[in-house]
């Protein structure tokens, strides 16, 4: 059964950085795509970033590109989202979640972790 | 990007009853379209993908249907276990985008 479970959520002031850390297990993590997905009072939810299973691709939504990086790491089974310049609106509950396949087509997500919460304010 | 609406954000129902949720699209894109269930402070589970293929584990009283611009989903005989909000959201295009979410009551 594929399990997430992500870490690394806290209060940060604004303009600051912050690396949130998701662990996989359960299924061969190379073989799929991993994203991270946010949720808020005020957005809903709002997909964030996506990482190809090789990690040679990702996609970014347009409100955190150049501020988000997304990676992830074979070696232990992590996927990272690196946050610099928070804004208050980037507050929200952050979920890592896994696609269905590698990279094409399909891009939606089939198993969510227990999200992690990140607070943006002075 | 593609705007996903869903026509009512709570629906008050009763045991027992047949409940559908409604998603639109702002533009047709035929059949990428998946629905989640998210209990009160639980994190989203898949329910459909295709629009109207169910997930591996999820109970036979759930349906989807649609394509292009239109999609439901059906609760044939809603479960008190149903209690939760539902969300629709498109992967034919990135940014690949959610609904505002219906949540159901039980009356």
């Known amino acids: 059964e594929a399990r997430l479970s992500e870490s690394g959520g806290r209060l940060v002031q604004p303009g600051g950085s912050l690396r949130l850390s998701c662990a996989a297990s359960?299924?061969?993590?190379?073989?799929?795509?991993m994203s991270w997905v946010r949720q808020s009072p005020g957005k809903g939810l709002e997909w964030v970033a996506v990482i190809s299973g090789t990690g040679g691709s990702a996609y970014y939504t347009e409100s955190v590109k150049g501020r988000f990086t997304i990676t992830r790491d074979k070696s232990d089974n992590t996927v990272l989202l690196q946050m610099k310049g928070l804004r208050v609106d980037d507050t929200a509950v952050y979920y890592c979640?896994?696609?269905?396949?590698?990279?094409?087509?399909?891009?939606?997500?089939?198993?969510w972790g227990q999200g992690t919460q990140v607070t943006v304010s002075s | 990007d593609i705007q996903m609406t869903q026509s009512a954000s709570s629906l008050s129902v009763s045991v027992g009853d047949r409940v559908t949720i409604t998603c639109r699209a702002s533009e047709g894109f035929g059949n990428s379209l998946v629905w989640y269930q998210q209990k009160p402070g639980k994190s989203p589970t898949l329910l459909i993908y295709s629009a109207s293929t169910l997930q591996s584990g999820v109970p036979f009283r759930f349906s989807g249907g649609g394509s292009g611009t239109n999609f439901t989903l059906t609760i044939s005989s809603l479960q008190p276990e149903d209690v939760a909000t539902y969300y629709c959201?498109?992967?034919?295009?990135?940014?690949?985008?959610f609904g505002q979410g219906t949540k159901l009551e039980i009356k």
């Open positions: 359960g299924f061969t993590f190379g073989n799929y795509a």
């Open positions: 959201q498109q992967y034919a295009s990135a940014p690949w985008t």
């Open positions: 979640a896994k696609l269905p396949t590698k990279w094409y087509g399909e891009f939606y997500f089939d198993t």
